[in-house]
């Protein structure tokens, strides 16, 4: 049982103009085996939230807490994040040109597990969770995610969920950009990762879509910086019917 | 045709072609003040096969088939005694990779080297040149690919610590002909190697790659030069180089020169620079020169930069330490070039080495 908490986060990133502020005191907590779905307008902070949490260089924490089992994650490098547990489905993947798909997956278990796989058992291990997301075997002799399409590299960061077994991932829009059949395959790969591990999710998006595939126990409105409502699943519900206008201009 | 070479002129730096290279660290190769070694290091490995054949010829049987003002490059002329003729009849298709080997340990007196690698018509060839050792050693090797055959041409500078190497290899590509060289530099003190290429027909085509990879006090120097002096003949130049460590220097260099009778060129060069710690320089200077607009192509690239933090965070975002995160980029970086050797353990031992290179530095 794990527990990720996030406790009036504040985070600026540095602008030509300075630092702007950008999360303004965020309060959550993700539990072991629950869903939550934080959704919000674009430029909300949503991602903002999401790489802060996975440790991007790029923002700058300027108060609060996030821990996990009551361990300072905000003291950790970001590898250190992830062997502690957190994984980060990222919106927009990173090509890292030269290197294998097949030995990314390898040298990330390696590190996470403190040992390297044992080899006959990773291949299978890795060929189930390709065949799982529909993903090609020539997949992993590609370059990490170089010349992937956007569904490709949506389905490579799902088999990495489902591959490195955090305790908490953070999905940040891993709806975005998918048809209707890849949605459906992405999600069932989420689901059976949670299923797997009693995995604890934070699912970052814009549209409810995700959320017939994907129920949420929790959804949070995010606006502004700041989590502005919650409620159960059916406040999903009536943001598909009213949108976010009621949440923003203020 | 024989080189008037006793009046060669000793460069002093300012000129263009000298202006990055240390002249004080060439240990005399450039101004006549080396003591000239006895032996002559390049050795053949392979077994000789059918259609192939490694002897050394007498200079005045075999002289230069081009043109240099190289001030080394004369002094090779002049005080090699001998050619190291290697020899591919035509119409030989050599199966696996014919292995030479430089291996020597001598800094006190310097070799000057000439050799000649001679691929006839419609032959095809792989051959591969391991530098080992430490030694001042100064080459020219050409190449005669003749029309229609196939010469890829590694050459591996593994040198030790102290080795000062000032090379030109100079291909003759012939019409229809494909001549492709793979440059790896990754040992030694000084190393200043000229790839350069002169087309004698058309539809010939040569592909210039390589890496390098410069650590704390290396200077290493590519300098290439592309002659498009035939129409419709093709060239691609790659290079990717890293360094890392206190004045690690490099220098890439890529001149084109496309003649106002090269109507047809398809030419593209790229010069990619990472730079690994602080400290460092690379130079890089694509030159392109047209005389003809009639032409398919012709392009350059040059980018230096440092680590993308981008792909770092990702790597590191799933547990992968950030010495093992740099490290795979590093590899990644040039695995696109080391890649293209066909030979796996070559592949293996030359990223061996740049791991051991990388961790030396903690980078």
Known sequence: MSTLEIRNLQVSVDTENGAVEILKGVDLTIKSGETHAIMGPNGSGKSTLAYSIAGHPKYTITGGSVTLDGANVLEMSVDERAKAGLFLAMQYPVEVPGVSVSNFLRTAATALRGEAPKLRKWVSEVKDAMEALSIDASFAQRNVNEGFSGGEKKRHEIMQLELLKPKIAILDETDSGLDVDALRIVSEGVNRAKDANNLGVLLITHYTRILQYIKPDFVHVFANGRVVEEGGPELADKLEAQGYAEYVGN | ?363
């Open chain 2, 1 to 363: 045709m024989s080189v008037l070479t006793t009046n060669i002129l000793v460069p002093h730096g300012r000129e263009e072609d000298w202006r990055f290279t240390p002249l004080n660290r060439l240990k005399g190769l450039h101004d006549g003040s080396a003591a000239v070694a006895e032996h002559r290091s390049l050795s053949m490995d392979s077994e000789v096969t059918p259609g192939v054949s490694f002897e050394r010829i007498s200079r005045e049987l075999l002289l230069s088939l081009s043109l240099t003002d190289d001030a080394v490059m004369n002094r090779v002329r002049e005080l090699s005694s001998d050619v190291a003729v290697l020899k591919i009849a035509a119409n030989t298709e050599v199966s696996s990779p014919i292995h030479l080997s430089r291996k020597t340990f001598d800094l006190n007196a310097a070799e000057f080297s000439r050799v000649l690698i001679h691929v006839g018509s419609n032959a095809r060839a792989t051959v591969i040149l391991a530098n080992t050792g430490d030694t001042l050693l100064a080459e020219e090797i050409e190449f005669k690919v003749e029309s229609g055959a196939h010469l890829t041409f590694v050459t591996l500078q593994e040198w030790d610590a102290k080795t000062v190497h000032v090379g030109k290899h100079h291909a003759i590509v012939d019409k229809d002909a494909m001549f492709k060289s793979i440059t790896v530099t990754i040992g030694g003190s000084v190393v200043r190697l000229l790839p350069t290429v002169e087309f004698t027909g058309p539809g010939a085509d040569a592909q210039l790659i390589g890496v390098y990879f410069a650590t704390a006090g290396q200077f290493f120097e590519h300098r290439i030069f592309v002659d498009h002096c035939v129409p419709n003949a093709k060239s691609r130049v790659n290079f990717k180089g890293a360094l890392s460590g206190d004045k690690a220097h490099t220098v890439w260099i890529g001149d084109v020169f496309i003649r106002a009778n090269a109507e047809g060129t398809d030419t593209y060069e790229l010069n990619r620079n990472l730079l690994l710690t602080d400290g460092a320089r690379a130079d890089s200077v694509p030159n392109l020169e047209i005389e003809t607009g009639e032409i398919v192509g012709a392009g350059h690239a040059s980018t230096t930069g440092r680590f993308d933090d981008e792909q770092l965070f990702y790597l590191m975002s799933r547990g992968i330490a950030i010495e093992d995160a740099r490290r795979l980029v590093v590899r990644g970086f040039f695995s696109e070039i080391i890649s293209e050797i066909s030979n796996t353990e070559i592949q293996d031992r030359l990223m061996q080495r740049i791991d051991n290179e990388l961790s030396k530095v903690g980078a």
